[in-house]
C-alpha cells in the first residue's frame, strides 16, 4: 500500500516536472522552469521520505 500511495505522489507531480521542461525548451523561460521543476521534486521528495521515516 505505501508503494501504492508513492506511485500517486509521483504521478501527480509529474506533470509539474514535465511543465517545468515545457517552459525551458518551447518558452525559453528558464528561471520560471527551475522554479517548478524546484518545486515538482520538492514536492515529490518530502512526502516520500516522510512516509518511509514514519513507517
Known sequence: MLYLLCLFIIACNYYTLTYGVYLWKS???RLGSIGTI???VL??????LVLFIRR
Open 38 to 40: 524546484i518545486i515538482a
Open 43 to 48: 514536492a515529490t521528495v518530502a512526502p516520500i
Open 27 to 29: 518558452e525559453n523561460n
